[in-house]
């Protein structure tokens, strides 16, 4: 309780909510089989991303490549981002810029590329803090 009346609540103006774990799937290719974990986040039209989903696992096959399809867009966003990794702790940023909503991402047959880590979710734009003291006597 000391620590809230501190800080206060963070809000923002256009929350945008954890994704749901991603659709993956195999599509051909060249690539090698391979264990993949991925996650996924939604993009505001300001850029600022949400909480990413869980973590999913997918597996391809020699010759297939893996494709990963976000579900259950919310109405203010304005696209998404995907990790990956081929292991938990690996897991980072392979779409510089936001994949648009209903649009695939298909690894790229050379491999993943080493991003950012996935972040946390927004951050508070502001902070409301109430300080009640009671009066005695």
């Known amino acids: 309780a000391g620590m809230l009346r501190e800080t206060g609540v963070g809000l923002v103006s256009a929350p945008i909510k954890k994704a749901a774990e991603p659709l993956m799937s195999a599509t051909a290719g060249s690539g090698a089989a391979r264990r993949y974990y991925i996650q996924v986040a939604w993009r505001g039209a300001s850029g600022v991303e949400g ?6 696992v997918f597996e391809t096959t020699e010759g297939t490549l893996l494709e990963v399809e976000a579900m259950d867009p919310l109405a203010s966003a304005a696209g998404w981002s995907v990790y990956a990794g081929i292991t938990e702790d690996s897991i980072t940023l392979q779409s510089e810029t936001a994949i648009g909503l209903g649009q695939k991402w298909t690894a790229p047959e050379a491999g993943l590329i080493t991003g950012r880590k996935p972040g946390q979710g927004q951050e508070p734009e502001t902070y409301v803090t109430v300080d009640r003291t009671l009066q005695r006597g």
């Open 51 to 56: 909480a990413p989903s869980e973590v999913g």
